[in-house]
């Protein structure tokens, strides 16, 4: 039994040195390939630059006009996901029969299994010609479209994390509260909701997380034309979409214009690092507050 054990601690410790070897790894191609492009290109222009044409005879290499692109999908996609995913926990923990809850929880977790290429061409072939029966100036490649469909996607991640967090609320809170008159409503907004907040707050950055990184859906109906710009219904390009472009393009390997996917490739990891970052710092501090 204790061979056993010592076996099994073994494959354990070679897991966790493998992960950190394959994210070392990562960290290194993308530090090694940016610092060769950087070392062409000024930080400050691609940090500042509006115009994002590396593949064009004109070359501009700013990163802006992907980062909004990819900030504007993200933003529509937590717009919808968050009231959906919140309202569905609430629900399954506060209102529904347990034999109701221990249905529908795994079906929602079907939504998460669906290949992101099959949402992304519904948000094209479906909710884009839906949406623009009433608004016509909708462009058939739009981030309105997209960011509806990846807000679909990650609903089962916000409302599944939400309800775990919802139902580590002590039970003494709650009978509390029924104990003072409060109505179920009540309870769910007044006492769970804020008592829960810390796993909520850390389910929607993860959520944002996973949609900043989404990349078939946004490749299919976003479109592929980097702008700056706030407005849902034109084409824009996410910096997962360049990635996807380059990478199954026809440009040389090796060249300054291939070289802008570890640039674009090392900003993401960035924003997904900072997301990941802040959620388990949250978690941490909230564990602290309350231990």
Do not use: C
Request: charged share 10%.
């Amino acid at each position: 039994m204790r061979v056993q054990e010592r076996i099994i601690e073994g494959l354990l410790w070679l897991s966790a040195v493998i992960t950190i070897f394959v994210t070392v790894g990562i960290i290194w191609v993308l530090l090694s390939e940016s610092l060769t492009f950087f070392s062409e290109v000024s930080v400050l222009d691609f940090l500042t630059d509006k115009q994002w044409t590396p593949l064009f005879a004109e070359k501009h290499f700013g990163i802006l006009p992907l980062v909004a692109g990819t900030l504007l999908t993200t933003a529509i996609a937590i717009s919808v996901a968050l009231p959906i995913g919140l309202t569905i926990a609430i629900y399954l923990n506060t209102y529904a029969p347990a034999g109701f809850r221990a249905t529908i929880k795994p079906m929602l977790e079907i939504l998460a299994s669906i290949p992101t290429v099959v949402y992304g061409f519904f948000a094209l072939t479906v909710v884009t010609p839906f949406l623009q029966t009433f608004i016509p100036n909708l462009a058939g490649f739009n981030s309105l479209s997209a960011g509806i469909v990846m807000g679909i996607m990650i609903i089962p991640m916000i409302s599944s994390l939400s309800e775990d967090a919802i139902s580590a609320v002590p039970k003494s809170l709650r009978e509390g509260a029924y104990g003072m008159g409060a109505t179920r409503f009540q309870t769910a907004f007044g006492v769970l909701v804020p008592a829960a907040s810390s796993g909520i707050l850390v389910s929607i950055i993860l959520a944002i997380s996973r949609a900043v990184g989404e990349t078939m859906i946004v490749a299919i109906a976003a479109g592929q034309q980097p702008r700056l710009t706030a407005n849902p219904l034109v084409p824009v390009e996410t910096i997962t979409t360049y990635i996807v472009q380059v990478s199954l393009g026809d440009v040389p390997h090796g060249s300054l214009e291939y070289r802008t996917i570890f640039a674009a490739g090392i900003t993401l990891f960035i924003f997904t690092f900072a997301l990941n970052n802040l959620s388990f710092w949250i978690r941490k501090k909230y564990q602290e507050k309350y231990d």
